[in-house]
């Protein structure tokens, strides 16, 4: 197979950029998930906000699809206004 340096380098970026997204989806699952463990309405308050911003920046970037992204923060704001 005839390897261009170009390839190479796409390949190299490719690598990079899938460890990163990997590890952004990574977060934002476990941000999520702290707000649907939260028990009081205060502790999931704090969890919420920054559960939503990072779910806004991966849309923004396409590391998800915006349904997703509306998806998700309105299952974790249903949850937050089932608590007392």
Known sequence: MDRHKQQIKRDRQDLK??????Q???????LIKSVLQSES??????HYA????????MASKNVI????AARQKSKITSYLNTLK
Do not use: L
């Not at 952004?24 to 476990?30: D, G, Q």
């Not at 309405?41 to 704090?46: W, Y």
């Not at 920054?50 to 920046?57: E, L, M, P, R």
């Not at 699809?65 to 997703?68: A, G, V, Y």
């Open 17 to 22: 950029r899938r460890a990163i997204n990997s």
């Open 24 to 30: 952004n989806k990574s977060k934002m699952r476990t």
């Open 41 to 46: 309405k205060s502790d999931a308050e704090k």
């Open 50 to 57: 920054s559960a939503v911003s990072f779910i806004d920046k």
């Open 65 to 68: 699809h915006k349904n997703n």
